[in-house]
């Protein structure tokens, strides 16, 4: 199965590649592009990266980007509620792969603040993004096989609150039941109001992921992906 073979909505452009790798250094082209055009405009821009295993390469590519990446804040759209020392911190990741080289100088709002729980930390998450510019500059999300992208998971109890278009809240606690921690996630109104969107895919299981999406594509609980599938998502697929 390839890309081409489904058909996208009107207005998502498909970007994908032949190999992870080119796919990669393309997204960190196009993210370094627009960031430099907006930091060009503003003092300030951001960057939400999404973690998993997808971004590494594409990470590593970024972080050797000429920008002025002290006037970049970098922040994650999800977190698991781990510490930073645990694989599955999306922290640790994005610190070892992206803050790195000349994005070593960007600012780091994180996600994962002291509490027992996401819900326990929720307000110093707040906290720490309360001087977070809004809209979003740039936004690249994953998307895992049960169509969650961010930490907004089918089967979190705390999904239709985020969801919410009226969402006042711009992070959300989440309790998945199918996940072995705990999350923090931006919620639907600051993702969806992101000034560039890319969906960043690797595999054949996404692509189907992705097909099972689109064919309906108005039952965003089921698959909180499908809120994303809109004009202007651009999305790096690779095999
Ligand atoms: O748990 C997560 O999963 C998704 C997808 O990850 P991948 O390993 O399939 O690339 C990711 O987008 C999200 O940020 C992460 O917390």
């Known amino acids: 199965m390839k890309m081409s073979d489904l058909r996208l909505p009107e207005g998502v452009v498909d970007r994908s590649g032949s190999t992870a790798n080119d796919v990669a250094l393309a997204l960190a082209d196009a993210v370094a592009g627009v960031l430099e055009a907006r930091l060009r405009e503003a003092p300030r821009a951001s960057l939400v990266v ?19 990446w002290s006037r970049v804040d970098v922040l994650l759209a999800d977190e698991r509620w781990v510490t930073e020392d645990s694989d599955a911190s999306n922290t640790r990741l ?54 969650h992208t961010a930490s907004l998971f089918p089967d979190a109890p705390e999904l ?55 064919s309906d594509p108005d039952q965003v609980l089921e698959m909180p992906i499908r809120a994303f599938l809109k004009p202007g998502l651009q999305v790096f697929w690779s095999p």
């Open 50 to 68: 999404s973690g998993g295993s997808t971004p590494l390469p594409f990470f590593q590519a970024l972080s050797g980007k000429a920008l002025d």
């Open 94 to 147: 994005v610190r070892e792969n992206l803050l790195q080289n000349n994005a070593a100088s960007a600012r780091f709002l994180s996600l994962k603040q002291p509490g027992a729980t996401p819900a326990a930390g929720l307000e110093r998450v707040r906290a720490e993004l309360a001087d977070l510019g809004l809209p979003i500059d740039v936004l690249i999300l994953g998307m895992g096989n049960d169509g």
């Open 160 to 214: 239709e609150a985020a969801m919410d278009p009226q969402c006042q809240d711009i992070v959300a606690a989440t309790t998945p039941a199918s996940q072995p921690q705990k999350r923090i996630t931006l919620t639907w109104p600051p993702l969806r109001d992101a000034r560039f969107t890319a969906l960043h895919l690797k595999g054949e299981d996404k692509l189907h992921t992705l097909e099972k999406a689109l």
